[in-house]
């Protein structure tokens, strides 16, 4: 008798010990900060304006939301790419990856999760998750002044090749992020890429 009072004293004291490692423990929490990315050069094809024709095709420009950093090739592990005013997924039409996309209306400062209504897409050949051209997507483009502008207010949602959601603000089309009152639609140099984004790398849809 003495002896199994002792064998459930022992079991009773392991399971005090387990809980108190795993449920009990405070887990450390993740704070999330902005990464600010400049001056990603992404020209677009070279193009006869009287034909209209392709003269020179250029690459997209990848990029990895999950490492932070450019990526050579296609084939490479990239969540996004920009080519122009054109920005596409790793995914669909466009890669062979599984990232997702859309647009979304909101404030970045103030989008603390995906919007109950976002619906991720992957690039198509009827089109492409971030909308192309003035007005659909991330930018709006002047007739007059040649001026590509980001659109106040959209944020670009999109789910990584890991599975990871993360939320992107393009702030600049233009060389190291100029006013857009000292922008010049034909001599400043473009495009140039300036963008901050916010990752949640564990699955989470909040931020």
């Given at each position: 008798m003495k002896r199994v009072n002792a064998i459930?004293?022992?079991?009773?004291?392991?399971?005090?010990?387990?809980?108190?490692?795993?449920?009990?423990?405070?887990?450390?929490?993740?704070?999330?900060?902005?990464?600010?990315?400049?001056?990603?050069?992404?020209?677009?094809?070279?193009?006869?304006?009287?034909t209209g024709e392709v003269i020179e095709a250029r690459p997209f420009r990848y990029f990895s939301l999950e490492n932070n950093q450019l990526v050579e090739s296609q084939g490479g592990n990239w969540d996004i790419g920009f080519k122009g005013t054109t920005i596409i997924v790793n995914s669909g039409v466009s890669g062979s990856g599984s990232a997702q996309g859309t647009v979304a209306t909101g404030i970045f400062d103030e989008m603390d999760a995906i919007p109950a209504s976002a619906t991720f897409v992957s690039d198509g050949s009827e089109g492409l998750a971030i909308p192309t051209g003035s007005g659909?997507?991330?930018?709006?483009?002047?007739?007059?002044?040649?001026?590509?502008?980001?659109?106040?207010?959209?944020?670009?949602?999109?789910?990584?090749?890991?599975?990871?959601y993360a939320k992107i603000e393009i702030l600049s089309y233009y060389e190291?992020?100029?006013?857009?009152?000292?922008?010049?639609?034909?001599?400043?140099?473009?495009?140039?890429?300036?963008?901050?984004?916010?990752?949640?790398?564990?699955g989470s849809t909040f931020f």
């Open positions: 459930l004293s022992s079991l009773i004291a392991i399971g005090m010990t387990t809980s108190c490692n795993s449920s009990d423990d405070p887990q450390p929490e993740i704070v999330l900060e902005a990464l600010m990315v400049e001056n990603i050069y992404a020209p677009n094809d070279v193009i006869d304006r009287s659909n997507g991330w930018y709006n483009y002047n007739f007059q002044t040649h001026i590509v502008s980001p659109i106040p207010g959209r944020v670009l949602l999109i789910k990584t090749n890991a599975g990871n190291n992020n100029p006013p857009l009152s000292e922008v010049n639609g034909l001599s400043t140099p473009s495009p140039y890429y300036t963008f901050r984004y916010v990752l949640q790398p564990n």
